[in-house]
């Protein structure tokens, strides 16, 4: 089912809010949500693990916003010390 999905999230100092999206016909739709407090891991990978766990699923495609800059393909997240890349 993994080649179905899409992981998106909105990466921000206070919480992370993660999403899957079935990509099957026309339109995307929302599956599973679920919004984690940011401080309470230590990297983006640690929530996502976090957020496969609670749901079950898993993707082979991700899309996210961060708060922050995006500069050579990197961003460093000014309230938590995540590095993106």
Known sequence: MSD????AGDIGGTKCNLA???ANGPALEA???RS????DFASLDAVAKQ???DTGLSADRACF???GAVLG???QLPN?????S
């Open 36 to 39: 984690y407090p940011s401080r």
């Open 65 to 67: 916003g961060v708060a």
């Open 73 to 75: 393909g990197e961003s």
């Open 20 to 22: 899957f999206f079935s």
């Open 80 to 84: 938590l010390g995540w590095r993106l």
């Open 4 to 7: 179905d999905l899409i992981l």
């Open 51 to 53: 957020f496969f766990t």
């Open 31 to 33: 599956l599973n949500e």
